[in-house]
């Protein structure tokens, strides 16, 4: 079966723009979960969605947000860049039921803010 | 603070060497997995644990909850230049959600 999809790989934003970030989870997936990645941070969460709604919430400002779709593709939205937003954003799909964790990962879209 | 430390940070070795990595706590867990990220890539499930003590292999790499269930180790035997990467420990955030906490990581370099 296909794997989690994230569009655009690659993204150049300058400071202040915003950006939107899209991900097809695998078929039958209904959570997403979208974290950051830095060298000096690591993996950070920054929210979940199931179902449509948003689930859990990470310590980002509300600059950062998402949604989800009927069909659960999800996208999230990053107002008003700054440098310090550069960084991997990783989406990651689950069935997320009772007992299961196992995520599964796109490859990412890779952001830099100039 | 955080919740995952895994050790070694970093981690250069010659092919055929064994290793060791860590992911400790002090707090009790259901579950944890460790998951191996390459380079331009998200980060691919290798395992998962849920009963303290358990030990699972997967070919040269063998993982170890602990009896607590405080803490893990991954053991690669006869490490080949294609183990690179970026090991990560994960366990789950609280409530049954998707969440998953994520340690620093253990950026391994295997050389010919």
């Known amino acids: 079966k296909a794997g989690v999809t994230q569009t655009p790989r690659y993204l150049i934003k300058t400071r202040g723009q915003q950006v939107t970030l899209s991900c097809s989870p695998i078929s039958g997936h209904r959570s997403v979960s979208w974290y950051q990645q830095t060298p000096g941070q690591g993996l950070q969460f920054l929210f979940e969605y199931f179902s449509e709604t948003q689930r859990n919430k990470g310590n980002f400002p509300g600059r950062f947000s998402g949604r989800q779709f009927s069909n659960s593709r999800s996208e999230m939205n990053v107002s008003t860049l700054e440098l310090g937003d550069s960084a991997l954003y990783l989406c990651?799909?689950?069935?997320?039921?009772?007992?299961?964790?196992?995520?599964?990962f796109g490859q990412g879209t890779r952001l830099t803010v100039v | 603070t955080q919740l995952l430390e895994q050790s070694p940070q970093f981690l250069s070795i010659q092919e055929g060497e064994n290793l060791t990595v860590y992911c400790n706590s002090s707090?009790?867990?259901?579950?944890l997995q460790w998951y191996r990220q390459e380079p331009g890539e998200g980060p691919v499930l290798l395992v998962t644990v849920v009963t303290g003590g358990e030990v699972k292999k997967l070919k040269r790499l063998t993982f170890q909850f602990g009896d607590a269930r405080k803490d893990s180790s991954l053991h690669i035997t006869a490490a080949q230049p294609g183990d690179t990467g970026l090991y990560l420990c994960?366990?789950?955030?609280?409530?049954?959600?998707?969440?998953?906490?994520f340690g620093q990581g253990t950026t391994l370099q295997v050389k010919p």
């Open positions: 707090s009790v867990f259901s579950s």
């Open positions: 994960s366990v789950p955030g609280s409530g049954n959600t998707g969440k998953l906490i």
């Open positions: 990651a799909s689950s069935l997320a039921g009772p007992g299961n964790t196992e995520a599964f």
